[in-house]
């Protein structure tokens, strides 16, 4: 299985982007991960959040492959623990599948035709945080997922 991480725009904090690579690299310890950065829309100031959300939508549309299981981090998702992460990542590595990714979508959320495509929305918490901190926040939930799922002392109940 691979996991893949689609973002909206580059990360503009060199802090938070070392956070991101130094997770990612202990990820990769376990699984193939890769990170895909869907370019800023340009001209923002002359759109409607409708307008913003449609454009990221198409971009990110044309990037996903058929075979991807495809989970929205949404404010109205499911909320898990971390035990709850790591068996739906490990019930996806038990049935197959090929590529479990995971869309951080832009300041405005995500179109209706990207809903559309997902299989399922997830939120990391109830409280709001920036689509640049959530990136560091899921890493390290991912990476923790894994270590769970391997009974590696990194997780403490």
């Known amino acids: ?7 909206i725009g580059k990360t503009d904090k060199s802090e938070i982007q070392s956070l991101i690579e130094l997770f990612s690299k202990r990820i990769e310890r376990y699984i193939r991960f890769e990170t895909l ?3 800023d829309i340009k001209n923002t100031a002359s759109l409607s959040e409708s307008q913003q959300k449609t454009k990221e939508g ?3 549309l ?5 075979n991807e299981f495809l989970v929205l981090l949404d404010e109205k998702g499911k909320t898990m623990s971390s035990k709850q992460f790591s068996k739906f990542i490990e019930k996806h590595m038990v049935q197959s599948t090929q590529c479990l990714s995971f869309i951080i979508g832009g300041p405005y959320g995500f179109s209706k035709e990207v809903y ?3 299989s399922g929305k997830m939120s990391l918490s109830e409280m709001t945080f920036s689509h640049q901190i959530i990136r560091v926040i899921f890493a390290e939930q991912l990476y923790r997922a894994f270590t769970i799922i391997r009974n590696e002392p990194y997780h403490h109940e």
Do not use: G, N
């Open 1 to 7: 299985m691979k996991v893949k991480l689609y973002l």
């Open 62 to 66: 044309a990037k996903i492959r058929p």
């Open 58 to 60: 198409q971009a990110l």
């Open 37 to 39: 950065i869907i370019p």
């Open 116 to 118: 559309a495509k997902a």
